[in-house]
Structure formats: C-alpha cells, structure tokens
C-alpha cells in the first residue's frame, strides 16, 4: 500500500516572514539579529566594493591615462566605478535576506500587490516636471556661472554614463535602504506605527551618514530624500514612486553637474561650506513629491473601489 505523504505548501516559510496585511516598511517579520547582520553586510560592501571599483579605476586612470593623482573630480571611469559599486549591493542584501531572513528579492518591492512598472514610469515622468522646476528655482537662487558650462568629449562620456547606470544606481540604494533596512529595522516593533517610525529613522540615518557630507545642508538634504522616499514607498505600499523620484533627482544633479564642469570631470565637494540654504528647495520638492503620491494613490484606490 502506497503511502500518502502530504503536500507540503511552499509558501508557508515565506508567509512566517511577510505579513500582507501591513503597511510596507512594517511588513517583514525576522529574528532579532538580522537587521544587525545586514546593517553590517550594506556598510561592508559600500566601503569594499567603492574601495575596490573606485581603485581601480584611479589605477587605470593614473597609470595609463595620466591623471593627476590629486585630481579628485568624477571622470566617465571613475563615474562609472562609483555607480557600479553601489549597484553591486544589491545582489548582498538579497542574499542576507534570503538566507538568514527567508524573504523573497519581489517582498523588498512591493507588497500585497505586484510590482507595476506603468506606475514606475509614470511617476518618473510626472517627477522629471517637479524637478525642471526646482532646479530652475535653485538656478535663480544659486545660479552656475556660465563660464562653467561646456560640452567637450569628456562631458558626452559622462551623460552616457549618467543615462545608463544612474538610474540603476538611484534604484539599487532604494531596494537597499527603503526596501529591505526600513523593513527590518520596523521589525524590532510588533505595533505597526513604532515598526514605521524606527524603521524610516534608523535607515535614513545610515543613507545620509553613508553619503559622508560635512557640510549641515547636505545632510539634510540626504536625510529628507531618505525620509520622502520612503514615505512615498509606504503610501504606494512599494518602491515604484521612491526609484522614481531618486532616478530623476540623481540623473538632474549628475547631468547638471557635469554640463557645468568646465569641459572636465564632476566636482563632488561635501565638504562644511560646500552646501547652502538653496538646498531645502530639494527638500521642498521631496515634500512636494510625497504630496503628490498621496494624491495619485488616493485617486488610484477611489478608481479601483467598487461602486455601491
């Protein structure tokens, strides 16, 4: 006689470590060291993976094509190095997550619903207007000298490199720290809004931090684009409106940047003094944005409820 075995459902491990049913960022459950645990792994290989690309990149640069050693500027190379190391990331998490946490690379997406790349694509578009504006705005109020702008071959390298890779850059840092830090740290709490509270403090705490600005304007500047990030994923109950607006803000600020380097390299000075009042007007449209998230999902859930 044939004996019966019953079937087991793969899905029960995973649901044990995602509950559907609350709001994202809050939504991962997970033993207690593993936030710890992959709070190490992403500050880990910032540091690994920037200081291997990064050196690469200056060996090349240096010893083959002359560089400067003091020249400190982002060239096309180096660019690219920076961007690839912080897409290299990812694959870490998702293995931290998987592994020691049991939850799935699409639960650090979304949740209780799919990943919609419509929404994703639409939300860039309406974003990429909000941002014309600002930085129009930051122009008039920090305005770059004309002197600065120029388009040498150096500057076309650089926006290829910009186009291609930033917005897998801009989109890797949100599945790292708006996706999988802000819902493991939110699991330390079994009440939903502490899980909120704790989890998009503590992560947009180690996203600025991580940014290493010395200067108090910049670092309100990343705290607020880490904090209206995340409460854009946590109205959308997902990522597609925080890669959107982090896409459009770095591919502006990179792609300004380089048209206004003179022809050469981009100039990343965070040291005090290198910001100014001028950049809460990124704030500004990072409260802007959520603002206009709420609108665009609240009109989203009144078109999908059913008619009495």
């Not at 840092?173 to 909120?196: C, D, K, M, N, Q």
Request: with cysteine; charged share 15%; hydrophobic share 55%.
């Amino acid at each position: 006689m044939r004996r019966c075995v019953p079937i087991r459902d793969t899905n029960d491990r995973h649901d044990r470590h995602v509950d559907r049913t609350r709001p994202f960022g809050a939504h991962l459950r997970m033993r207690w060291w593993v936030p710890v645990l992959l709070t190490a792994a992403v500050v880990a290989a910032t540091y690994l993976l920037q200081l291997l690309l990064t050196g690469a990149a200056a060996v090349v640069e240096i010893g083959l094509l002359g560089k400067d050693p003091q020249d400190r500027t982002l060239t096309p190379l180096t660019y690219l190095a920076t961007n690839l190391a912080i897409i290299g990331i990812v694959p870490v998490v998702l293995l931290v997550m998987s592994k020691a946490a049991g939850v799935s690379w699409s639960d650090l997406l979304t949740v209780g619903r799919a990943f919609s790349r419509r929404r994703l694509f639409g939300y860039t578009g309406i974003f990429a207007l909000l941002m014309v504006v600002v930085n129009l705005a930051v122009h008039l109020v920090n305005p770059s000298p004309l002197s600065a702008f120029a388009v040498t071959g150096t500057t076309v390298a650089l926006l290829a490199v910009v186009l291609l890779t930033t917005p897998f850059q801009a989109a890797a840092e949100e599945i790292v720290f708006r996706g999988a830090l802000t819902a493991s740290y939110g699991s330390w709490f079994r009440a939903a809004r502490p899980a909120l509270v704790a989890g998009i403090v503590l992560s947009s705490l180690l996203f600025a931090l991580l940014h290493t600005s010395a200067d108090p304007w910049m670092f309100v500047h990343y705290l607020g684009l880490a904090g209206g990030t995340a409460v854009m994923a946590l109205i959308g109950r997902g990522l597609e409106p925080a890669i959107a607006f982090h896409v459009v803000n770095n591919v502006f600020a990179m792609g300004i940047g380089a048209v206004f380097s003179s022809g050469g390299g981009i100039g990343q000075d965070r040291s005090a003094g290198a910001g100014g009042p001028y950049m809460l007007l990124f704030v500004l449209a990072e409260v802007i944005g959520v603002l206009i998230v709420w609108r665009m999902e609240k009109r989203r859930a009144e078109r999908s409820a059913p008619v009495a």
